[in-house]
């Protein structure tokens, strides 16, 4: 079975610097996919960043990246020059092809002050 | 492109009634899945539907039901509405052969009292 582990309830960073949230996963696929997947309170979940674990490239978007530690089963994202409208519920999921659903982890609520 | 729209956005039902809600899938999107989202907690998957049938389904009990239409809308119903039913319900499209990307509606927020 897929499990999806975030160990931070809230975080909170200032505005324009760097934040790192954890996630840590567990699962027996060989193939599979990781997201970071941002909620602000309008509810609509975000593709915020995505990772195939066949990559050994850390995936990059923008101002969001990713810490992918395959032996570790870690992923976490780094938001650099934090803006305001990054507050939001952030919740990273796991994906196979074999099991063709997504696992979330239940949450980090990142706070954002000026 | 509307991308994935869900109806109610809110509703509100007694205890023991029966609940219907919606979803349009995103244009060219024929997969649609299902996510119970309790309060402080992380989406948990329903069920998945493809090709007006029932491919997957989560730990959830046969008081939750589905349909899929010829359009690839989908319903979701729950009947014996429970306290513990109440949660923010999250509709889900992708494309079944294309990436693994899902695109997510804004959900519908259940009540039950």
């Known amino acids: 079975a897929q499990t999806v582990t975030q160990s931070q309830p809230e975080m909170s960073v200032q505005e324009a610097e760097t934040v790192t949230l954890s996630c840590t996963y567990d699962?027996?696929?060989?193939?599979?996919?990781l997201f970071w997947y941002k909620q602000p309170p309008s509810r609509q979940m975000i593709l915020v960043i995505r990772q195939e674990a066949y990559k050994q490239q850390n995936a990059t978007e923008n101002r969001f990246s990713v810490n992918f530690q395959k032996a570790a089963k870690s992923f976490s994202l780094k938001i650099s020059d934090s803006q305001l409208g990054d507050a939001a519920m952030y919740f990273c999921a796991s994906f196979s092809y074999n099991t063709d659903k997504l696992i979330f982890g239940t949450g980090t609520r990142l706070q954002v002050f000026p | 492109d509307a991308g994935v729209t869900q109806s109610p956005t809110h509703l509100i039902k007694t205890r023991g009634q029966q609940v219907t809600l919606r979803c349009s899938p995103k244009s060219g999107h024929d997969t649609v899945s299902w996510y119970q989202q309790a309060l402080g907690q992380g989406p948990q998957f329903i069920f998945q539907?493809?090709?007006?049938?029932?491919?997957q389904r989560g730990n959830f009990p046969d008081r939750f039901s589905g349909h899929q239409f010829p359009n690839y809308s989908s319903e979701l119903n729950v009947n014996a509405l429970l306290l513990g039913d109440s949660a923010l319900y999250l509709c889900?499209?992708?494309?079944?052969?294309?990436?693994?990307?899902?695109?997510f509606g804004q959900g519908t927020r259940l009540t039950v009292v």
């Open positions: 539907y493809y090709e007006e049938e029932e491919r």
């Open positions: 699962t027996s696929e060989s193939d599979y996919y």
């Open positions: 889900a499209s992708s494309l079944r052969d294309g990436n693994t990307e899902a695109f």
